[in-house]
């Protein structure tokens, strides 16, 4: 970022500006990640903001849809749907009216995880539906819009389907979910973890208590191990929000997690 300022410090009235502007966006979107994996809730979002400001700056309206998406996952996260789902409508209208349809189709997943946070089935039903045309859509075409890399495929639509049948508390079809997604994609460490604690919640949904504890100790190993405070915090949400019998598992847990505070 500050070398970025630097630059654009050289060049505001170049021809370059615009371009240096969209490295800012992307660096201040980075930024904000890496605060939210620590969780620096206060600071994450204030780069975020600098990243959407950034986008409009440079006149890129799909960067800075991006980026306002970004945000939205990240206030869902932050247990925040209904703030999520106005900021995704946000976005929409920076999009206009015929986005590509890698943008449409993970938007609409963003908002099925929102509408399920806020605990409305029907209207998460509907996004994945909309969602799982706009991937159909999205197949056609050669490659992703910047700033997506990769092709927004069945794998990471079921990823995102998974997370939303643990949010409406749909055990099986979370766990088929998660089956799906994995068998194509291998997520990187970090995210193996976090995505540890929601098969957990699926598993403690559907009465496997052991897995469940198994699986979000390991999440905690990732966490610790890679100092991800958002990894931890998730696994004492699940501790939090569990309400299956105290098993010798469940005590165990409860063991780790105080050592986490010493």
Do not use: C
Request: glycine share 6%; aromatic share 8%.
């Amino acid at each position: 970022m500050n070398l970025a300022n630097r630059v654009l410090g050289r060049a505001t009235q170049s021809d370059f500006a615009s371009d240096i502007r969209a490295v800012m966006s992307e660096a201040a979107g980075f930024a904000a990640w890496l605060h939210a994996d620590m969780h620096d809730i206060g600071t994450s979002r204030t780069y975020y903001r600098l990243a959407i400001d950034s986008a409009r700056q440079a006149e890129h309206s799909l960067l800075a849809a991006y980026m306002i998406g970004s945000l939205a996952a990240f206030e869902i996260d932050a247990d925040d749907p209904m703030l999520a789902l106005d900021l995704l409508a946000q976005a929409r209208r920076e999009l206009g009216e015929q986005p590509p349809a890698t943008a449409r189709a993970w938007l609409f997943s963003i908002e099925a995880l929102g509408h399920a946070t806020a605990h409305d089935a029907p209207a998460a039903v509907v996004a994945l539906r909309e969602a799982e045309s706009a991937v159909i859509a999205s197949e056609r075409a050669a490659a992703p819009p910047w700033p997506w890399v990769f092709p927004f495929d069945d794998a990471k639509l079921a990823g995102y389907r998974a997370l939303v049948m643990v949010r409406l508390g749909r055990a099986d079809e979370a766990v088929a979910a998660f089956a799906e997604s994995l068998s194509s994609v291998q997520p990187a460490i970090k995210q193996r973890g976090v995505l540890m604690t929601e098969i957990a919640t699926a598993k403690a949904m559907s009465g496997d208590y052991d897995e469940a504890f198994h699986l979000v100790s390991n999440a905690l190993t990732v966490g610790i191990t890679y100092g991800s405070e958002r990894i931890i915090q998730r696994a004492r949400r699940f501790r939090r929000t569990y309400g299956g019998p105290m098993t010798g598992s469940a005590r165990a847990f409860d063991e780790r997690l105080r050592a986490t505070l010493l």
